[in-house]
């Protein structure tokens, strides 16, 4: 019954190829988020969909495409992966309200070679 | 834009010791704020939050006073147990766009027997 989960934990993959990370979440929240965790353990957001519409978009890549076929998933999509890209990334999910908190899945830990 | 700028770690305690992380925030509004920890091979989970000035989180011993006059929002535990060890997230939410939350670096804990 876990109730955000994301699928694979790890991935490793070379340089060049394209993956995508899944995410499903079951707590019926409107609002679902991708955020990127650097070695350093520093997370940013990347995406941000409520209803499966795109809200929040920060400077990411074009490489990187998230796609919500509704509302309780969230996946994203990376092409011509780049050394750069490894890192820990976590979806996450809310309700939408300034102060509801965000629920986090346990992370993908993208190595590319 | 907003900020939040915690205190580097790691923090190593022993057992029984009390904790303080200093969070501090820079921010144009009211923003909501949360302590998030992580527990390692684990994602983020909510460890308490204060919505408005004075207001005071608890949850699991920890404590955070959300203080706008020093715009901090510091956490403290009375006494650490080995459990506790994790990396822990002070953030803020910014108005306006719910869920984009801006997060501290990151304070690791580690608590020793």
């Known amino acids: 019954d876990t109730a955000v989960s994301q699928t694979p934990k790890y991935l490793v993959t070379q340089m060049g190829n394209d993956k995508s990370i899944k995410c499903e979440q079951n707590l019926g929240h409107d609002t679902m988020y991708w955020y990127k965790q650097d070695s350093k353990k520093f997370l940013k957001i990347m995406f941000s969909y409520n209803n499966k519409e795109l809200i929040i978009n920060e400077t990411v890549p074009n490489r990187f495409s998230p796609k919500s076929p509704d509302k309780a998933h969230l996946n994203l999509h990376i092409n011509s992966l780049e050394l750069g890209d490894s890192a820990v990334y976590f979806c996450a999910s809310s309700r939408a309200s300034l102060d509801s908190p965000l629920h986090f899945g346990n992370g993908t830990r993208l190595t590319v070679t | 834009g907003d900020s939040v700028t915690q205190m580097e770690g790691p923090v190593t305690l022993s057992e029984e010791a009390f904790l303080t992380i200093n969070c501090t925030y820079t921010?144009?509004?009211?923003?909501?704020l949360f302590w998030y920890v992580q527990y390692p091979g684990e994602g983020l989970q909510l460890l308490l939050k204060a919505t408005k000035a004075d207001d005071k989180g608890s949850n699991k011993g920890f404590e955070a006073t959300y203080r706008k006059e020093t715009t901090s929002f510091h956490l403290e535990k009375g006494s650490v147990q080995v459990s506790d060890s994790a990396v822990y997230f002070c953030?803020?939410?910014?108005?306006?766009?719910?869920?984009?939350?801006?997060f501290g670096a990151g304070t690791q804990v580690v608590v020793t027997p």
């Open positions: 921010a144009t509004g009211y923003p909501s």
């Open positions: 953030a803020l939410s910014e108005g306006g766009s719910w869920g984009k939350l801006q």
